[in-house]
């Protein structure tokens, strides 16, 4: 028997929900809107724009206020159009969560969980786009707490985030296990919290930061459960 953790703290976007595929369709969208071929070459210069301005922010080099809009001008700028950022981060705001959409296997994973511990969404993301998502969604049921950084006022991978909903949830820090797919903000912020940590890491990949690494979500109750 391994050890057998009593609280799970899941990451949200691209753990649980399927981001990439609400990304694309709402970057598609706002393309569309302003005139342009919603190609899957100008959704990928999107994705990388935004994600490198993420890293930015995980590295404390850039305010989140200013990342959301400044994703949509350096965009407009690649594509030479005069569209304002601030509506189009909006519009964009509102479409992505309007998708919350699960990864295959998600919302069985939470269903068999559910009886042996407690289980909360620990999310960096929006708080009007998950909280739209949020409403209604067929994950709520499995869960026990929701914590988004926004909210908070600390983020991920900021050791007092985890210690709010360890508080909140009255977990006990040695038997919780923190799981996402973001090495800088979910496993980081687990090892700057003192937590156990899993990394879902559906394409690979090497770090000697997380406690676990898994490649599907279905290796991941054997672990919860210590029968691994
Ligand atoms: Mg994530």
């Given at each position: 028997m391994g050890k057998v953790y009593r609280t799970v703290l899941f990451d949200g976007d691209n753990t649980l929900l399927d981001f990439d595929a609400a990304e694309r369709q709402a970057v598609e969208k706002t393309l569309a809107a302003r005139?342009?071929?919603?190609t899957p070459e100008r959704v990928r210069a999107y994705a990388q724009i935004n994600r490198a301005l993420w890293d930015a922010l995980y590295r404390g080099e850039v305010e989140q206020g200013w990342l959301l809009v400044e994703r949509f001008r350096r965009l407009g700028k690649m594509l030479e159009s005069t569209a304002d950022p601030e509506a189009w981060n909006l519009e964009y705001t509102d479409a992505l969560g309007e998708c919350g959409a699960m990864l295959p296997g998600a919302l069985e994973l939470l269903k068999t969980l559910r009886p042996h511990c407690a289980i909360a969404l620990v999310t960096n993301g929006q708080q009007a786009v998950q909280r739209k998502r949020l409403?209604?969604?067929?994950m709520l049921p499995y869960l026990d707490g929701v914590f988004i950084s926004q909210e908070l006022g600390v983020r991920k991978p900021e050791a007092a985030f985890f210690q709010t909903a360890i508080t909140a949830l009255g977990a006990d820090p040695g038997t919780t296990l923190v799981v996402g797919?973001?090495?800088?903000?979910d496993i980081q912020g687990a090892v700057n919290a003192g937590l156990d940590s899993l990394w879902y890491a559906p394409h690979g990949g090497d770090s000697p930061l997380p406690t676990y690494r898994v490649r599907s979500l279905e290796e991941i109750p054997p672990i919860v459960l210590g029968t691994a």
């Open positions: 005139g342009f071929d919603p409403r209604d969604h067929p797919d973001d090495l800088l903000s």
